[in-house]
């Protein structure tokens, strides 16, 4: 099953346990958030919206939040000694899909466990 989502003006085709980046979403890290605006549920019988389809949305965990790559706008005069240099990095999102929930149903799964981190033991011990 596969839905397409509209968020940020864009729209995305996912899957559950799709990672995907999109524009800054308001929530927690590690949180579960609904998205409403579905666009399409496919499958077997494919269901379009006019424009949305009622009561389908799809829940996703909030993995991080963080800034894109820069983007330099440069703008220069020539043989005016006129020159703008101007910078831009975009507020970005990273969401995993958890899933397509259809006819106004809730998320039944719950955020993802954190791994714990492994450490590893000294060299020194090891040699002896």
Known sequence: ??????????????????????GKIE????????????????????VLGIPTVAGASVAVEVLDHKRGPKIIAFKKRRRKNSRRKRGYRDE???????????????????PRP???KVVKEP??????
């Open 1 to 22: 099953m596969f839905a397409v989502i509209k968020t940020g003006g864009k729209q995305y085709r996912v899957v559950p346990d799709d990672v995907l980046e999109v």
């Open 27 to 46: 929530g927690e890290v590690g949180s579960i958030i609904q998205l409403n605006e579905v666009l399409l549920v496919g499958g077997d019988t494919p």
């Open 92 to 110: 970005i999102t990273v969401l995993r899909i958890s899933e397509i929930l259809t006819d106004g149903a809730k998320p039944t799964k719950g």
């Open 114 to 116: 954190k791994r714990e």
């Open 123 to 128: 060299a020194a011990e090891a040699a002896e």
